[in-house]
């Protein structure tokens, strides 16, 4: 199953399980959504449960936020990262604040999909990478699946929260494929870190697109005797730090890997976080892989902004350099 396939598996289980759940966004019914993530949908369940909006992703997302508010359970899909800027003012001044506002009266269970990052070669607008934006807002969960199953599970765990849910799917592992049941029928905790290769010598954090990036590095560097754990953040908010903790208190080393630009990237947080717990602990300075601090540029560098194996393997060797 492909990933785009596991999060169409989530949205079918989900609108068949639940009456009140509902898609909306720009062409996600007659068109099945521009990486076909709904396709079919809007013919099974109808006009009323799949719904095309205008290109107005502020009224989209005021509109999920009213939904919301009112029993419905709404799943909005944003074509395009960069198209989510005019989502922040809901975001930020409505849906992350409603049960703060309200006393706990009403809730926002709403979850907001959002293709993003590059290596597809898509035009301008179309391959940021802000989500440290949307972490930066509190009572917002932020979400990055890596994988089909975590795809799968997230999306389920994100449909069924009580929490508005920023949703992150990597355009870049779109058709990227796990077996069948590998993607089974399991619902991941939302504020959960996944060790997706034990290691010894250095804790390679990571999420999204960069997470195969990573694994590759390991195992080249393995057998060079350097010993990687690669550790999946996925959950930028809540951010499960606890998992983060024990790896870096086993290895001594962290390097950190993102594709968004490294100023005010989420890996400074996570230093920050790591510096603070565990300085006595470490054995070199936590060392970060990311995007470049310009806009993403057009495709024929977009190679050249995005973190590559060779720029990870030297930061892993940096890291070992310290003694």
Not at 161 to 176: H, M
Not at 240 to 263: F, L, Q, Y
Not at 273 to 297: K, N, Q
Request: glycine residues 8%; hydrophobic residues 40%.
């Amino acid at each position: 199953m492909k990933f785009v396939e596991a999060i169409q598996k989530a949205l079918h289980e989900a609108l068949t399980e639940d009456e009140h759940v509902v898609i909306l966004g720009e062409d996600v019914a007659v068109d099945g959504g521009v990486f076909r993530a709904t396709d079919k949908l809007w013919k099974e369940f109808g006009s009323d449960r799949v719904i095309d909006t205008p290109l107005a992703e502020a009224g989209i997302t005021g509109l999920s936020i009213g939904l919301a508010t009112q029993g419905m359970k709404p799943v909005t899909e944003i074509q395009f990262m960069g198209f989510s800027y005019p989502c922040l003012d809901q975001l930020a001044n409505h849906a992350s604040r409603l049960r703060n506002r309200t006393r706990g009266r009403l809730h926002c269970p709403m979850v907001l999909r959002i293709p993003y990052g590059g290596g597809i070669h898509a035009p301008e607008h179309h391959s940021e990478s802000i989500e440290a934006m949307f972490a930066h807002i509190p009572g917002l969960r932020v979400v990055v699946a890596s994988t089909p199953a975590k795809a799968y599970g997230y999306l389920r765990a994100a449909i069924a929260s009580p929490d508005p849910v920023v949703f992150l799917e990597p355009k870049k592992l779109y058709q990227t494929e796990q077996p069948d049941e590998a993607i089974g029928n399991t619902t991941l905790s939302l504020d959960s870190a996944d060790i997706v290769r034990q290691g010894a010598n250095i804790s390679l954090l990571a999420w999204g697109a960069m997470i195969p990036l990573c694994e590759a590095v390991a195992e080249d560097l393995a057998d060079q005797g350097i010993d990687i754990e690669v550790v999946d953040v996925a959950c930028l908010s809540v951010l499960d730090m606890p998992t983060i903790s024990a790896s870096v208190e086993k290895t001594g080393r962290c390097v950190i890997v993102h594709e968004a630009a490294r100023n005010g990237g989420f890996g400074a947080e996570i230093s920050a976080r790591i510096s603070e717990l565990h300085i006595l602990s470490l054995r070199a300075p936590i060392l970060r892989v990311t995007g470049y601090d310009t806009v993403m540029p057009y495709a024929k560098l977009e190679d050249q902004f995005m973190p590559n194996q060779s720029r990870i393997t030297q930061a892993c060797y940096n890291a070992m350099d310290y003694k």
